[in-house]
């Protein structure tokens, strides 16, 4: 907790440059260049009054923000740095042993960003501050004007970003009507980790076992480590297959018959198909 208060009194006061009074440390007096929290913002006004040009990033110090320590460091850049660089070491590693996506290493942002506008402060380059939220306003922006079309109309094929995100629902209704006319003790079984985790939440008020179906070679995630077919759950299984033909599966059970295939609806122009199994008598890896 110390640490994090030093942090807070060392570390970014963000200012609008309207032609307002610096922002100051809330214990401090009104700033001024000598106690290191100068008005940089004077500096980028333009004439025409009450106008807002842009925003500041100024480092904001209880004291000089030139007091460095023996290497040359500002205090508190230790503290971002454990924040920000194992993780980022961490999933280049984890990249080289097996894969890893970039999102993972978003813990590290928040850090890395104090840390780097902080750097660019005390070099007095603010332009790529500036350029960072200029363009994230603008896909923000972006984003949101195509979200907001996605909701009352659905969007062209060659725009909508949520393709990814559409059908589910309808699948999950479909392995439900189909289950209307299957024996209770069948079990519901995916052949992809996608279409495992999206029936896991819309199926979530389900009576029947879901399970993953494994092809061969060892355990890709961490579904078919903790829910695979197993005996106890594989006498009776609805295979719901992302891929056609799945010899590696299909040849696990004493008898599999294709009794449906699925075309469902994910936007404009897209569609994913399934297979429906009907498998029995599972007979192990």
């Not at 896909?139 to 589910?168: C, E, N, Y």
Request: charged share 20%; glycine share 10%; proline share 6%.
């Amino acid at each position: 907790m110390v640490g994090i208060a030093q942090l807070v009194e060392r570390l970014v006061v963000v200012q609008e440059v309207a032609g307002s009074s610096p922002v100051t440390h809330p214990n401090s007096s009104a700033a001024s260049p000598a106690d290191g929290c100068s008005d940089r913002g004077r500096h980028l006004r333009r004439p025409g009054a009450g106008r807002i040009e842009g925003f500041v990033v100024t480092t904001c110090p209880v004291q000089d923000a030139r007091q460095f320590d023996g290497a040359g460091r500002v205090p508190g850049e230790r503290f971002l740095i454990a924040f920000a660089v194992p993780v980022l070491l961490l999933m280049v590693l984890q990249s080289g042993i097996s894969r890893a996506h970039a999102n993972w290493a978003a813990v590290s942002y928040v850090a890395g960003t104090v840390l780097v506008v902080g750097w660019l402060e005390r070099i007095r380059q603010p332009w790529p501050v500036r350029i960072s939220l200029v363009l994230q306003l603008v896909v923000f922006v972006i984003f949101t004007t195509f979200f907001a079309g996605s909701i009352h109309s659905t969007l062209p094929k060659a725009v909508d970003i949520f393709h990814q995100m559409r059908g589910w629902r309808g699948l999950a209704h479909q392995v439900q009507q189909q289950l209307n006319t299957a024996p209770n003790d069948i079990a519901v079984a995916a052949d992809d980790r996608e279409v495992m985790a999206e029936l896991d939440y819309y199926l979530r008020d389900r009576t029947f076992p879901l399970v993953i179906a494994t092809g061969d070679g060892p355990p890709g995630n961490q579904y078919e480590l903790e829910r695979p077919i197993t005996a106890a759950n594989g006498q009776h299984v609805l295979l719901v297959a992302r891929y056609p033909d799945r010899k590696d599966i299909l040849g696990k059970f004493t008898q599999s018959r294709e009794v449906s295939q699925w075309g469902i609806f994910a936007g404009l122009g897209r569609k994913r198909d399934y297979y429906i199994y009907d498998l029995t008598g599972f007979k192990g890896s």
